[in-house]
């Protein structure tokens, strides 16, 4: 009896510490937090998240977040969300696999690292740590409208980012169809390792005057958002969104090359400092994305399903089609959500994996090798398993594979090429798991 009383009171003062760090975010004392019983510092409901992430060979990343949220008794709600990121590994430059040594100057223009022949380059230099934190407040205008307002910051090493954004909701048809349009706004501020890299440069070897010119760069992305959610019957619900997104400013990624190989052999191409040539990352200054969003949520007994439906398409030549099902099986006190996500998408215009010696010449204004902008296709498996304490409160622990792969051998691939992977295959692992109370 005595040893249950004691796991109790333990449980009791671990939830009494993560309520004062909530108090802690929402700006109050930890005593206030503790001996507040009603007012504006109680009732709030606390997600509490550890997710680690980690691809095989690659960048591995760990994030706590708190996530935490107020219904007042006029039914608005307030919430914050702090999330911490930590990153590590080893990230692709860009650059493809040749039949030689590699060596190429990290981004500080100090130091150098080396990739073996017939292996992707990969900067193993690559670290972050991000903190990230939004607010929202949900309140009606009148009995069947409401707007919901946001805020968010966000700092990294070499990236700042701040956004604000309005959306407002309207109910009709006795509150089975709701109409929703929404407007947001970023400003991002791009400070990277060594400088700003001029687009099209060469690489130079470490030591060497490197061809970089600002330290810093800007951009900004506005965003539209129409939307309708329409109840069915009563076990379904429909969702269908338009958005439409422009960014003006800085697109380049800083730490992407593109390899310059041999018209014949696709060997590396002698650079002026380096053993190969390697150019610098160039894109649009503005990029335009149209995105059409589906979902149709549907009860089954006591379990639920969704099915959701992207399809984007942008001016830089991109296409993507996003399938996601989701099924939750309840079982008494437990449930079991397994996930499938399929994700595919069309190369970008200016995207190349190399260029040959000949077409350096003309090869234009923009030109990519960052795989992210490639032909390529994408799988997820997830399963979710939630439960509760004996005091009541949620947990949930998320597990997911995820494969992401490309065109291995291009059609347009050159002598030796032809013998390499040419797109940088990437499994990953999720875990999380988050206690609410």
């Keep these: 009896m005595q040893l249950t009383d004691k796991k109790k009171q333990q449980h009791k003062n671990i939830r009494q510490l993560l309520k004062t760090a909530t108090g802690c975010l929402l700006g109050a004392s930890a005593t206030v937090q503790a001996d507040s019983n009603q007012g504006f510092f109680s009732g709030w409901e606390t997600d509490v998240a550890m997710l680690a992430y980690s691809e095989v060979d690659r960048v591995s990343a760990y994030e706590p977040v708190i996530n935490t949220r107020k219904t007042f008794d006029d039914d608005s709600v307030l919430g914050f969300k702090l999330v911490l990121d930590a990153l590590t590994g080893a990230s692709p430059n860009g650059a493809s696999p040749s039949d030689q040594v590699q060596t190429f100057t990290r981004p500080s223009g100090n130091g150098s690292y080396q990739t073996q022949a017939g292996e992707t380059p990969l900067d193993d230099t690559f670290h972050d740590t991000r903190v990230s934190f939004s607010a929202n407040y949900e309140h009606g205008l009148g009995r069947v409208n409401k707007m919901i307002w946001g805020g968010n910051v966000s700092k990294e090493f070499d990236f700042f980012s701040a956004g604000l954004s309005a959306t407002y909701l309207h109910d009709f048809n006795n509150r089975n ?72 400013g800085y697109h380049n990624d800083p730490y992407k090359v593109t390899s310059v190989v041999d018209d014949i052999t696709g060997s590396l191409v002698a650079g002026e400092s380096l053993a190969g040539t390697y150019l610098y990352d160039s894109r649009p200054d503005q990029r335009n994305k149209h995105s059409v969003y589906s979902k149709v949520k549907r009860a089954i007994g006591a379990d639920s399903a969704d099915l959701s439906y992207r399809y984007m398409w942008d001016d830089w030549g991109v296409k993507s089609h996003t399938f996601n099902l989701t099924y939750r099986k309840n079982f008494d006190g437990w449930y079991l959500e397994p996930r499938v996500r399929y994700y595919t998408q069309s190369t970008a215009d200016f995207y190349r994996h190399s260029i040959s010696e000949s077409e350096v010449a003309d090869i234009g204004p923009y030109l990519t090798s960052d795989y992210r902008l490639a032909e390529m296709w994408s799988s997820t498996l997830g399963l979710k398993v939630g439960f509760k304490t004996p005091d009541g409160n949620k947990n949930s622990v998320r597990l997911e594979y995820y494969h992401q792969d490309g065109e291995k051998s291009p059609s347009d691939a050159i002598g030796i090429q032809k013998n390499y992977d040419m797109f940088p295959t990437l499994d990953a692992f999720v875990i999380q798991y988050t206690y609410s109370f």
């Design 177 to 248: 169809t709701t109409l929703s349009f929404g407007l947001s706004g970023e400003y991002d501020l791009i400070t990277p390792v060594g400088g700003i890299a001029d687009p099209l440069a060469q690489m130079q070897a470490s030591g060497e005057l490197q061809p970089k010119g600002e330290d810093e760069d800007t951009r900004f992305m506005g965003e539209m958002l129409v939307g309708v959610t329409q109840v069915i019957n009563r076990q379904t619900i429909a969702v269908f969104n338009y958005g439409y997104s422009q960014s003006d």
